[in-house]
């Protein structure tokens, strides 16, 4: 008897097609395990908008600190005025910009986490076993 194990974190549609192409599995299996990866792929993509978001974020952070070394410079200046207001415009509108990204985090998040809640139990249902 050959045994051979395949971890479900490797698994792609390409390694699906080649099981299926060559007898290792059933089509039902082959369907039972495209799911999986279609569900590990909204995981996945769900992770990179939170990922993008945090990038937003930090970019944001960044350009605030610039901002706040540009305003203390402005001690004395006759431009002072009118580049304090300009800035503090800038950083109220950034915060709403923060705020909105952090909310989307959130939500992405709670979204990511179902979706992961949702893979762990096709995985934790999923039984396969042929024989060749």
Do not use: C, H, W
């Not at 395949?6 to 369907?31: C, E, H, W, Y």
């Not at 540009?70 to 923060?98: C, F, V």
């Not at 959130?106 to 986490?113: I, K």
């Amino acid at each position: 008897m050959l045994q051979s194990d395949f971890q479900l974190a490797n698994l792609d549609d390409a390694r699906i097609a080649v099981f299926s192409k060559n007898g290792s599995i059933t089509p039902d299996m082959a369907q039972a395990l495209q799911k999986i990866a279609a569900q590990k792929a909204v995981v996945s993509k769900l992770e990179q908008e939170m990922e993008d978001r945090q990038k937003d974020i930090d970019r944001i952070v960044a350009d605030q600190a610039r901002l706040r070394e540009n305003m203390k410079a402005l001690k004395g200046s006759s431009e002072e005025k009118a580049l304090i207001q300009r800035y503090t415009s800038q950083l109220d509108q950034q915060e709403t910009q923060l705020d909105s990204l952090r909310k989307t985090i959130q939500n992405t998040e709670a979204q990511r986490d179902q979706a992961n809640d949702q893979l762990q139990t096709m995985i934790a249902d999923l039984q396969l076993e042929t024989t060749l």
